[in-house]
């Protein structure tokens, strides 16, 4: 597994998806490839398509934070993933990620902590 930094925009909103007991969000970023040939920008011929799935807390505030077009930095392990698709196998890359945030060469934030409920500490009897 290699750790994959990747910047780009959303395709599409997250979508969360249930697989036993967690929920999955999952999201493609495009990364629009091209080339410096000596001062000249030179476009890619299409955008590079990312899969990311995130777990956990960082996938629920991915769903509830990301929309479709915003521009984003993703972090994490990469891997291989097949299934069966229309035409047979079909084989991908994902990127697990263990980070996602707003790239703020192309947009504003404004952070919003997440609130968590104090844990209460149950009191066990005292015996006699």
Excluded: C, W
Excluded at 66 to 90: M, P, Q, Y
Excluded at 102 to 117: G, K, W, Y
């Amino acid at each position: 597994m290699s750790v994959r930094f990747v910047t780009g925009r959303l395709s599409a909103d997250p979508e969360v998806q249930q697989a036993g007991r967690i929920q999955i969000t999952k999201f493609t970023v495009l990364e629009n490839a091209y080339e410096y040939r000596g001062d000249e920008r030179i476009e890619g011929q299409q955008p590079l398509a990312h899969y990311v799935e995130a777990k956990f807390e960082l996938g629920a505030n991915a769903a509830s934070s990301l929309h479709k077009g915003d521009a984003v930095i993703v972090i994490g392990a990469e891997r291989d993933a097949s299934f069966e698709g229309r035409e047979g196998t079909v084989y991908r890359r994902i990127i697990d990620a263990s980070a996602i945030g707003p790239d703020l060469a192309h947009a504003t934030a404004t952070v919003e902590p997440v609130r968590r409920a104090p844990a209460t500490a149950e009191l066990a009897p005292v015996g006699n």
